[in-house]
């Protein structure tokens, strides 16, 4: 069992960065992947990026490549989404999830998810 707790949303202006934390209990945190997804109003939630168990392998959505960065500290059991050059479309409640060793863009691949932080990218 895995519990997800996301940190570190706000208000930023439009080229500004925020870094997400996600910090994780359970003594398996290791053994799993870890996603972040998105969901802005009105659509549905997408895949932002994933990083694998030993943060070896890492993914990301095409919108957010170049700008957004995933890594993990398996000791602190936690994982981060540095996210700069913040776009007002990048406005969404953000989510990290744990999955399978290997990081995956597919929702249902992931079995725990935190509650969601808060993004919002002014223009």
């Known amino acids: 069992q895995v519990q997800l707790v996301e940190s570190g949303g706000g208000l930023v202006q439009a080229g500004g960065s925020l870094r997400l934390s996600c910090a994780a209990s359970?003594?398996?945190?290791?053994?799993?992947?870890m996603g972040w997804f998105r969901q802005a109003p009105g659509k549905e939630r997408e895949f932002v990026g994933a990083?694998?168990?030993?943060?070896?392998?890492?993914r990301y959505e095409d919108s957010v490549k170049g700008r957004f960065a995933i890594s993990r500290d398996n000791a602190k059991r936690t994982v981060y989404l540095q996210m700069n050059s913040l776009k007002p479309e990048d406005t969404a409640v953000y989510y990290c999830?744990?999955?399978?060793?290997?990081?995956?863009?597919?929702?249902?691949?992931?079995?725990?998810w935190g509650q969601g932080t808060q993004v919002t990218v002014s223009s």
């Open positions: 999830a744990a999955g399978p060793i290997l990081p995956s863009s597919i929702i249902r691949d992931y079995n725990y």
């Open positions: 359970g003594r398996t945190f290791s053994r799993y992947a």
């Open positions: 990083i694998s168990w030993n943060g070896g392998i890492t």
